[in-house]
């Protein structure tokens, strides 16, 4: 282990978990705006939106050493809430705070903006308040009577390996792809007799809106890894060590390439990896084991690309590590319908929480929120 890797294992040994409000505050102020903002989205189009947001405000944290950067949170350890799935009260909080094993440390301005604003704006809205709303009281007595457990109320699936289309492409390119998709959809409109509808059917409009949702994703992942471009460019001005100097603008640099184009070395495909992975476990809160697959097998695909590779000879130093916050703002707008190729780079300027893996809902009593599972 050299001595880069030593310094960073200690120091997230020792960091202490805790909950981040900052997710919550975020999608709070987010949904509070959008019936005013963009009040005829679709569903897919404003969970996008929602997306998009978070990506562009989220603070930026950049540590000491690292080659590889992205937090789910402001720091490290710092668990983010869900509270449109399952929202907590203020007893989920303290005893999060205060519980014996896998402790996270909630701060009183959590426990305040919880009180005073998140709690009472989603009660009532909550996916897990409208699922119980709309089902029967023999499947609620069932519940209370502790038959089903508490999985899906407060996440989404997981269990899952991703593919290698991370790796053989970047965004920019997914975008085209969507652009080509959205393409043929108004082609086939056109060519039906004027008297039909524009939409022949819910299906055709679902699809376009899913279209044009995962577009807005994909431009919201690309504006995340350029804010930590951003971030380490402003971290180098201030760096008095040359080599370390030279690996943060080479993290500059590689943010700035992914994942909105595919990697070309080892590195830049694993920081496409991180990102994304960033970006699934920010969205929603997936179930356990949301994995990158085989990265074994991958690694022995990347070897080619190393040949192509810009890295500064500073980055494969084994020294030891010689970062921290900004966020933007950002419009909830409706996207572009189509265009014919991908947006060009822009100007410089993405599972769970904590507690126990397999609690089991128990008679009569609430279950658990949407933050109540361990970090990944």
Known sequence: MNPRVAELRRESIEATPSLSAERAILTTDFYRRAPEVCPDASPAVLRGLAFRHLM????????????????????????PTYPELCCHSHEDLRVLDSRERIAFKVDPE??????EEITPFWRGRTVRDQLFAAMTDEWKAAY??????????????????AGDKIYKKGFRDLIAEIDERLARLDAQRRTRPTAEPADTSPAERDQREELRAMRICAEAIIRFAERHAEKARSMAGAETDPARRAEI???????????????RDFHEALQAYWFV??????????????????????TTALT????????????????GPTGAAGS??????????TST??????????????????????????????????PS
């Open 249 to 263: 603008l080479h993290v500059a640099e590689v943010c700035r390439r992914v994942p909105a184009n595919a990697p």
């Open 144 to 161: 209370e009577a502790g038959i089903f457990t508490e999985f899906m109320e407060q996440r989404a699936p997981g269990h899952t390996v």
């Open 328 to 337: 933007t703002g950002s419009t909830c707008s409706r996207p572009p319908a």
């Open 341 to 374: 190729s991908a947006r060009s780079p822009a100007p410089p300027r993405m599972g769970g929480g904590p507690g126990n893996r397999y609690r089991k809902a128990s008679p009569r009593s609430r279950a658990p929120t949407g933050a109540d599972r361990r």
């Open 304 to 319: 080619p690309w190393r040949s192509r590779s810009s890295t500064p000879s500073s980055k494969r130093s084994t020294a």
């Open 110 to 115: 959590t426990f305040r903006v919880y009180e």
């Open 277 to 298: 992975h960033l970006g699934v476990i920010t969205e929603l809160n997936t179930w356990d084991a949301f994995n990158p697959g085989r990265l074994d097998q991958l």
């Open 56 to 79: 562009e405000n989220q603070e930026i944290h950049v540590g000491r050493g690292e080659l590889i950067v992205g937090e789910r949170g402001p720091r490290p350890k710092a668990a």
